[in-house]
């Protein structure tokens, strides 16, 4: 990722989350393939020759920048920038937890300085769900299909 990528993602993440302090200081981030996955991974990871091998990936997947030009992060994405958001944050209930872990739509309980038709992150109490796209007060459920809970019958 250039300088300039990382510049615009980070001003991504003030812009929609209201992350004060750059959030992955010192760490590199990589962009890989079409759909412009970004990866957080160590210098020390990037430092090897990996040419010889076939790696598809290194590193742990933060999120991408969507079509629209937001920020789209994944769980592990949200995990770390929910301790610097300040906004597009919902609190849900535990039964709504619940639901958006196997794979539902859910109404929010309380919502910090969100904005229509954005990517929130979801928490519940102090424990970060993932992340949704909130639209006109109802998050929908962006998680991939192999991270949902079914229900055992």
């Keep these: 990722m250039t300088r300039?990528?990382?510049?615009?993602?980070?001003?991504?993440?003030?812009?929609v989350f209201g992350c004060k302090e750059e959030v992955f200081r010192g760490q590199?981030?990589?962009?890989?393939?079409?759909?412009?996955?970004?990866?957080?991974?160590?210098?020390?990871?990037?430092?090897f020759d990996l040419q010889p091998y076939?790696?598809?990936?290194?590193?742990?997947?933060?999120?991408?920048?969507?079509?629209?030009?937001?920020p789209r992060l994944s769980?592990?994405?949200?995990?770390?920038?929910?301790?610097?958001a300040t906004r597009n944050i919902v609190y849900v209930d535990e039964q709504a937890a619940l639901a958006y872990a196997q794979g539902k739509d859910v109404s929010p309980a309380r919502m910090v300085d969100c904005d229509n038709r954005q990517y929130v992150i979801i928490l519940c109490g102090n424990r970060v769900i993932g992340c949704g796209l909130l639209v006109n007060r109802v998050v929908k459920n962006i998680l991939p299909k192999g991270r949902l809970l079914y229900p055992s019958t």
């Excluded at 300039?4 to 812009?15: D, I, V």
């Excluded at 769980?75 to 770390?80: R, Y």
């Design 4 to 15: 300039a990528e990382r510049k615009r993602f980070e001003e991504l993440l003030q812009k």
């Design 28 to 47: 590199p981030l990589l962009i890989s393939g079409r759909k412009g996955r970004i990866w957080l991974t160590t210098k020390r990871a990037v430092s």
């Design 54 to 70: 076939r790696i598809h990936t290194i590193g742990l997947y933060i999120g991408r920048i969507d079509e629209e030009g937001r």
């Design 75 to 84: 769980v592990e994405g949200a995990e770390i920038v929910a301790r610097y």
